[in-house]
């Protein structure tokens, strides 16, 4: 009974202390709520469409202007200019008005009526891969139509007819199928995992903020009242705990079910099986926050030093660079964050529609994390009231530098406690306690008249 | 002469704050010593090799069989043989493998009598650069082996091997990839990630640096410090990181073109300008920001917001040109932008200064947003008169 209210008490307290510092509601609710819809919009067009290329035709044949005029037709390229030579269709690169060159050869109509080889050259602008995808795409297509075409003609004139030709120009076929994303689109591929990773890394931000406001404060991280230190850490963390749950498995529907289809992406599995993942996951991510903020003294430094972790953790999802390729270093590192199985779990059930039972290995890698981090998180808890609260005393004693509490007593005007800020040496140290060029040049402080010299 | 004095003053307190409290050189140094390690080690191979290709082989002929040997002999693909289509689908959906082939019963003896088998590939686009090499890869391999067996027809039919040639693959495509001829994922995104995580630091650091005199109420002594002189505080406060980020900048820079050895077209000294513009539009952005918002943690959460929107809008990974129109704009305020612009000149065209001179004027345009925050950050340093916490 008392462990339930105890455990209500910690929950609203977490609850109010969210709602009311608008630090954490921005990235609560603006980050959290607002992110996703506006990735959803900065993608929203997915691929690169008839992308700009120039054409060099050294050959002025007809079937040299027939290959421009299907590159020209194909959804990935567009011809909008036609160079006289190279030294032109470079500097269009070099001005970015086209993104990709295609040289024709002199000798291309008269070796393909030599029914010999014809080479095309391509070059393609390396500044984005979208770019060379496209190039290396549509050059290919076209390559490969006009290959079948030029094939049959020439069986057609060494005498074979009919099925032979179809038989002779292709033994083998080859289809392929491309069924999650046929386009490659960048918004499935992109949004499919920039998603979950704004769940973990707004919560670990915003949870951390608040831990380190309480530290600030001279209140113990986990909020516990003195009386009951070291007795009630279960309480303490799950208190804490649900708050951030609650506002998150919110926030979650919303990412993982509302966004997508907002967006447009595929949703492939259930609600319910979404519900599952998000009920894993956003525990994980809320033991993992609370067990890391642990490491954050100041509540503004966590932006200053983990905010690069974004990045970082979004790449070690292994949504660009395959997680097959990952070093073994980075592969470990990477088990470390909810975010890596979450984010693989839900490309494979929302986008490409396995089954619950596919994501298990996912799953069951979410429930050691939970299990870690709820010890880890309880741990901390336990240094931070018992054996941690009076070596901290101890240390914040002797050394008044690592007393977070002094910031709130520091003002202006003591500068006794500004040369513990920033370890002012007697002699630069203010005597009197007041500025006297400032307040020369801009008078005093309002509710400091009457003090100092 | 007074305000060099004021200056110094200043400059000295800060260099006092910048050894005292290490978060700032644990978030410059620190952070990009990490990042340059994680990318450069994670992306080190370039090109993924041996990505797991699956492949159902219903046929179990010498023909199904060197179609398997050929996957596994190029330099991209190493292949998984799955039992049925059923368990390679699975492994698809569960992001095991991102591509498999499935090879038709009757493959070879379809092959012998002319009826035209057909194999199948099957891409998971899902994770991009491994399904759309894999992808690649299959056709190629697709592409050779149907050839392979057109070149034991044609033979057979009395052509002579140049022949063949021309009828088997009569146009050739000859692909050169400017500034990155070795597709090297690591040369495109290392490239541009590094001054993009550097633009975070900076713009944070900045903002942090500003906003913690107002927090800490020591904003008075900085200003008294610096002799009452606004302008000499705001000099003396800065200038330590502009060199710090400025000299952190210059060893990314090395790293990039000297020691990882990336391609460079232009020359590097012009790098090492792009990376100290960079660096000073990030800082008048930061000073902007919290001049805006004289307050450190709403200063400091929305700098946050606004430096990580810049590595999706720079345009390196997907072009700005593609972005819808009422977006394409916005990604002039991001200097990081003009940072990838002045990158794509000198690095990829190697066009020098004539090429990248007006993303200078962009950038150095930045430096117009200090002046237009200067008088309410001065009033909050005098009056301290907003919420600290």
């Keep these: 009974m008392q462990w339930a209210r105890d455990w209500y008490g910690t929950f609203t307290g977490e609850l109010k202390r969210i709602f009311t510092d608008s630090g954490v509601l921005i990235i609560f609710l603006l980050a959290g709520l607002g992110y996703p819809l506006l990735y959803g919009i900065v993608y929203h067009n997915g691929t690169l469409d008839d992308m700009p290329v120039a054409v060099v035709d050294n050959s002025g044949s007809s079937a040299s202007r027939e290959f421009t005029r299907a590159l020209d037709a194909t959804r990935e390229l567009s011809v909008v200019r036609s160079c006289a030579d190279m030294a032109e269709a470079r500097q269009c690169m070099q001005k970015r008005q086209v993104h990709g060159i295609v040289m024709i050869p002199a000798d291309f109509d008269s070796r393909l009526a030599r029914m010999e080889q014809a080479a095309v050259s391509t070059y393609a602008d390396m500044s984005s891969f979208l770019y060379y995808k496209n190039m290396t795409m549509g050059v290919n297509n076209v390559m490969l139509g006009k290959m079948s075409e030029i094939q049959a003609g020439r069986l057609a004139v060494a005498g074979h007819a009919g099925e032979e030709i179809r038989m002779m120009c292709s033994p083998l076929r080859y289809t392929s199928e491309i069924p999650y994303n046929r386009n490659f689109s960048y918004t499935i591929f992109f949004l499919s995992a920039v998603l979950l990773i704004v769940v973990q890394q707004t919560m670990f931000y915003g949870v951390s903020m608040l831990s380190g406001t309480m530290r600030e404060e001279g209140r113990c991280l986990s909020g516990m009242p003195g009386e009951r230190t070291g007795r009630g850490i279960s309480r303490t963390v799950l208190g804490r705990g649900a708050a951030y749950w609650v506002l998150y498995m919110g926030i979650g529907i919303y990412i993982a079910s509302i966004v997508p289809a907002i967006a447009g992406l595929p949703q492939n599995t259930g609600f319910g099986n979404i519900m599952v993942l998000l009920l894993f996951y956003v525990t994980a991510c809320t033991f993992f926050s609370l067990a890391f903020s642990t490491i954050v003294r100041h509540r503004e430094t966590v932006f200053v030093l983990f905010l690069f972790m974004s990045p970082v953790c979004l790449f070690l999802t292994g949504f660009a660079w395959p997680a097959s390729n990952f070093p073994g270093f980075w592969r470990l590192f990477s088990y470390i964050f909810p975010s890596t199985f979450a984010v693989r779990a839900f490309i494979d059930m929302n986008t490409a529609g396995a089954d619950i039972a596919m994501a298990g290995r996912h799953m069951t890698a979410l429930g050691i994390q939970i299990i870690v981090y709820y010890l880890l998180s309880c741990l901390s808890a336990y240094d931070e009231n018992l054996s941690g609260r009076a070596f901290w005393r101890a240390l914040c004693h002797r050394n008044p530098r690592l007393n977070s509490r002094h910031y709130e007593t520091t003002d202006f005007d003591a500068g006794s406690d500004i040369s513990r800020v920033h370890r002012v040496s007697p002699e630069e140290r203010n005597p009197t306690g007041t500025y006297r060029q400032v307040e020369e040049r801009y008078g005093r402080l309002p509710g400091q008249e009457g003090t100092g010299a | ?389």
């Design chain 2, 1 to 389: 002469m007074e305000f060099i004095c004021n200056v110094k003053a200043a400059m000295r307190r800060e260099l006092r704050i910048l050894r005292n409290r290490p978060v700032y050189l644990l978030a410059s140094i620190g952070v990009m010593a990490f990042c340059i390690v994680f990318f450069y080690t994670l992306l080190k191979e370039g090109l993924p090799q041996d990505l797991p290709i699956g492949v159902v082989d219903n046929d179990n002929s010498s023909l199904s069989r060197n179609i398997v040997r050929q996957i596994d002999a190029t330099q991209l693909g190493g292949t998984v043989m799955f039992g049925s289509y059923r368990q390679a689908r699975e492994a698809m959906q569960t992001g095991r493998i991102s591509s498999f082939c499935v090879i038709p019963h009757g493959l070879y003896s379809d092959v012998l009598s002319g009826r035209q088998p057909e194999l199948v590939f099957y891409v998971n686009s899902l994770y991009m650069v491994g399904g759309a090499l894999a992808y690649k890869d299959l056709l190629t391999m697709g592409n050779m082996v149907s050839g392979g067996i057109k070149l034991e027809l044609l033979r057979g039919k009395g052509m002579n091997d140049a022949a063949i040639m021309g009828q088997i693959q009569p146009i050739l495509v000859d692909a050169h990839q400017i500034g990155n001829p070795a597709v090297s994922y690591n040369v495109y995104l290392t490239n541009m990630l590094i001054p993009g995580i550097l633009e975070m630091i900076v713009i944070l650091v900045t903002v942090y640096a500003l906003g913690s005199e107002l927090k800490y109420g020591t904003s008075r002594h900085m200003l008294e410090k610096a002799g009452g002189s606004m302008s000499a505080a705001m000099a003396g406060k800065l200038l330590p990181y502009t060199v710090l980020f400025t000299a952190i900048g210059i060893v990314c820079e090395l790293f990039l073109y000297h020691w990882a050895g990336f391609p460079l077209k232009g020359s590097i000294w012009n790098m090492f300008i792009a990376i100290f513009l960079l660096v000073i539009a990030c800082e008048a952005l930061g000073f902007f920001i919290v001049g805006l918002l004289p307050v450190l943690r709403l200063s400091l959460s929305i700098a946050a917001l606004f430096s990580v929107l810049a590595l999706s809008l720079t345009g390196f990974t997907f072009p700005v040109e593609a972005l819808p129109a009422c977006i394409r704009g916005l990604a002039a305020v991001f200097p990081l932008r003009h940072y990838y612009l002045i990158y794509v000149q000198e690095s990829i065209f190697g066009s020098g200064f004539a090429g990248w001179y007006p993303q200078m004027i962009y950038l150095l345009l930045f430096l117009a947003l200090p002046p237009l925050a200067y008088g309410r950050l001065r009033r909050a340093y005098i009056n301290l008169n907003f919420p600290r916490n």
